[in-house]
Structures are given as C-alpha cells and as structure tokens.
C-alpha cells in the first residue's frame, strides 16, 4: 500500500473560497485537505455568541452591515489582505477555544477514534482505490 501524496496549499495557484457558516472554506485542484472533527459540545454557547458578535462588530467596522443577506458578498469584495487578517484573528479565537477541551471530547475515547478512523479509510478506498491506501 502506497502513501497518498501530501499536496500543499499554493498561494499562487487559483483558489476557490466559499462561506459554510462564519469560515472561509478554500478549494484548490490537487492541493491536500485535512478534516477536523467537531462535537456539537466543542465549543460553549455562550463562545459562540460572543464570537459571532465579534463578527458582526469587525464587519460594521469593515462598513459591512452583518444582518444584510449580501454580508458574505461584501465581505469577498474587501481588499483580500483584509479578508485574511479576520480570517486569523477568528481561527486564532476558535482554536484558542476549541483547545480549551470544553464538552465531553467523546474522540479522545479509542472505540470513537477508530469508527472515526474506519470512516475515512473506508470514504479514501472508495474515492481513490484501495491502490492510493
């Protein structure tokens, strides 16, 4: 079994980004991607409220309004350092959290790790071949 080749990110290459909740998601062709897994305990409510009003306050400061549909659109239309600066600061914040071990950590459990495990060889094989594993 060969090891599945490890792809960087290209910052030159083109890039396509898409919003799924409050972070950027980015595709590139070829390039390797990591899964994270998140339990709906991860992160305290009380985190999130206050993370999703540092949103809207970064946004109104940005001269985006945060209750407007078209955000997200508004948003893409900054100039991208500035896209990237609250791309960090809020991947920062949700890391800084999440690394808090907040809620039941269910994963850190062998039986849960290796369902998890066995889901995504199972989704490889079956993307790639068993050739790829």
């Not at 508004?74 to 991947?91: D, G, K, V």
Request: charged residues 25%; glycine residues 6%; hydrophobic residues 35%.
């Amino acid at each position: 079994m060969s090891a599945i080749p490890f792809r960087p990110y290209n910052e030159r290459a083109e890039t396509r980004v898409y919003y799924h909740g409050i972070l950027p998601h980015w595709r590139q062709t070829g390039c390797t991607y990591f899964v994270t897994f998140r339990l709906a305990d991860s992160l305290p409510q009380s985190v999130v409220l206050r993370m999703e009003a540092d949103r809207r306050a970064w946004l109104v400061s940005h001269g985006i309004d945060p209750e407007s549909p078209d955000w997200k659109q508004e948003f893409i239309r900054l100039p991208r350092e500035q896209q990237r600066e609250y791309e960090r600061e809020l991947a920062i914040a949700v890391n800084e959290h999440l690394d808090c071990g907040y809620g039941s950590c269910e994963l850190r459990m062998p039986g849960n790790t290796r369902i998890v495990a066995d889901g995504l060889t199972h989704s490889t094989v079956r993307e790639f071949g068993s050739e790829t594993m």
